[in-house]
Nanobody, 115 residues
């Protein structure tokens, strides 16, 4: 059974940084496209960033230049480095394959950015 465990969230002031991790079990992430998503209270889950099996990255306009997605295939883990955080980045962050190919969702990790 595939399971994602997200971690690294927390409370940070605007302008601060956090590094999220997504550890996978039950599947190998090697050569799998992966993404980070976030869901703010009362809103739908939105795509944030993705990384292909070959390492090509893409970002939502709202985070471009501030967030960096990366992967460590040896550790079966995907990361999201978040810099220059803004209050509007506050959300629960999840990792998964691209929508339409998603595995069961993990519990996510809460990121709260105070102004």
């Amino acid at each position: 059974q595939v399971q994602f465990v997200e971690s690294g969230g927390g409370l940070v002031q605007a302008g601060g940084s956090l590094r999220l991790s997504c550890a996978a079990s039950g599947t190998t992430l090697t050569m799998i496209n992966m993404g980070w998503y976030r869901q703010a209270p009362g809103k739908q889950r939105d795509w944030v960033a993705s990384i292909s099996g070959s390492g090509v990255t893409n970002y939502a306009d709202s985070v471009k230049g501030r967030f960096t997605i990366s992967r460590d295939n040896a550790k079966n883990t995907v990361y999201l480095q978040m810099n220059s955080l803004k209050p509007e980045d506050t959300a629960v962050y999840y990792c998964n394959r691209p929508l339409g190919y998603a595995f069961p969702w993990g519990q996510g990790t809460q990121v709260t950015v105070s102004s």
